[in-house]
């Protein structure tokens, strides 16, 4: 178990310290654990919830989050959330369908950003509630909170400045996780929940650390081009070594 915990202190820091949660790779760590994959998606949504709590709240109080365009997008991806985490999903579907989830999250981190500066969003730019809808889906099914594969897209499209798009991922990711936990609780039922509380609370005392370490000291102790580069490098790593396993 300290194992495990010292990987979720880091994968907190690495992921807090470039606006995510980190809710999939807990979900593969605990799966290289050899863990219930049935308690996987509770924890993982829960430590999110603890790692992204705290920079949404922040993001909100300085007036960056754009709370229109995120509200929509959020309110559109969270039923999808929690119909997700309603879904019931075999052992072999769930570990290949989160290493694929994993590898895709580490090449969406490899995408240049671009700068605070936002141009004229293309005309894709409009698409992106009907794209959250998908995402919300995956975020309650295998346990992440969607916002590390919009962000990218968010970008893409030049939907806001990197700071508001920054925000709104947050925002997304924690509601998700919200609604999926939601969702898996009513799947599993108080039995499963017991085993998730019994197994995760020291994973989850451990991302609060590593997200607040993540969060106010990371980014300036490593170039952010660093960060993000060795947040892919350990999430594609991750993935690949569950797909292969699978």
Not at 127 to 132: F, G, K
Not at 134 to 142: D, E, F, K, N, S
Request: aromatic share 8%; hydrophobic share 60%; charged share 10%.
């Amino acid at each position: 178990m300290l194992w495990l915990a010292a990987a979720f202190l880091a994968t907190a820091l690495l992921y807090a310290s470039v606006g995510f949660g980190g809710g999939s790779t807990y979900s593969a760590l605990l799966a290289l654990a050899g863990a219930d994959y049935r308690i996987l998606p509770l924890i993982a949504l829960a430590c999110n919830i603890v790692v992204v709590a705290g920079s949404s709240v922040r993001y909100g109080q300085a007036r960056i989050t754009p709370w229109r365009g995120a509200l929509t997008l959020t309110a559109l991806a969270a039923p999808a959330a929690f119909l997700g985490g309603l879904t019931p999903i075999g052992e072999r579907s769930f570990l290949l369908l989160l290493g694929a989830s994993l590898v895709l999250t580490g090449l969406t981190l490899l995408i240049p950003v671009r700068g605070t500066r936002a141009g004229e969003p293309t005309a894709l730019a409009r698409l992106m509630p009907i794209v959250a809808v998908p995402l919300g889906y995956l975020a309650g099914l295998v346990g992440i909170g969607g916002g590390i594969f919009l962000a990218p897209l968010l970008h893409l499209v030049r939907w806001r400045d990197a700071r508001a798009i920054a925000a709104s991922a947050s925002l997304f990711i924690l509601v998700n996780s919200l609604f999926g936990l939601a969702g898996q609780l009513l799947k599993g039922g108080t039995g499963r929940l017991e085993a998730a509380i019994a197994f995760g609370l020291p994973l989850m005392l451990a991302v609060a650390i590593g997200g607040q370490i993540g969060s106010l000291l990371a980014v300036r102790l490593l170039p952010k081009h660093w960060i993000r580069w060795l947040t892919a490098a350990l999430t594609l790593w991750v993935g690949l070594r569950l797909l292969w396993g699978s």
